[in-house]
């Protein structure tokens, strides 16, 4: 458990780090929003229905999980669609800050979230089914 608070920190760090003054007010914002959803990202994770992607998003491991509530009247799909979009948004600020593209900050952190996946995480590599972390072999 300790590890996976650290790694929130580095989350909400990175986004407070990395991103220019100019984006300051934008990356506070996106910093409040991953930092509410977190705990519940993670209890998702934990319990199954949740997994990373190669394209470093969040999805559901089955579909029949996107109708369950999560928060409060929100369905999952709702919360997925909310924690892509923050994504996808802080990969364009990452990557204007940086000047590269989005696609690169967008590697970055598949690397980091696969590398970071707990053994009964599920992940999805490109072109592949969901596979638990455990079960990955290296290529």
Known sequence: MKLKTIGMFVLVAV???IVSPAFA????DLKTRFKKRYPI???LR???KVGETWEARAEAVKAEYLTEKVEGEKTLATF?????QD???LFVLMAEDAETTPAKIRERFRIRNFGKAE???WLKE???PWVQKKDMKDE
């Open 15 to 17: 986004v407070a780090a």
């Open 25 to 28: 007010d934008e990356a506070d």
């Open 41 to 43: 990202l993670l209890k």
């Open 46 to 48: 934990d319990s199954g």
């Open 80 to 84: 997925l669609a909310e924690e892509n």
């Open 87 to 89: 994504r996808e948004r």
């Open 119 to 121: 053994p009964d995480h």
């Open 126 to 128: 490109k072109d592949k």
